[in-house]
């Protein structure tokens, strides 16, 4: 997952949040799995 990047939250935060909301995303998507160790969480960084 691609975020914008924002100087108080970290992105293990970001993961860790994502993480907490997964099975919700998992029902929505139909039962489809999603690999919790696969997940990767990176800033946009924008110059």
């Known amino acids: 997952m691609l975020t ?3 100087p ?3 992105v293990t ?3 860790n949040v994502f993480i907490s909301v ?3 995303i998992e029902d929505q998507l139909n039962g489809t ?3 919790k160790n696969k997940i990767s ?3 946009l960084y924008h110059h």
């Open 4 to 6: 914008p990047s924002h």
């Open 8 to 10: 108080n939250i970290g």
């Open 13 to 15: 935060s970001v993961k």
């Open 22 to 24: 997964l099975p919700e």
């Open 33 to 35: 799995h999603i690999d």
């Open 41 to 43: 969480i990176q800033y």
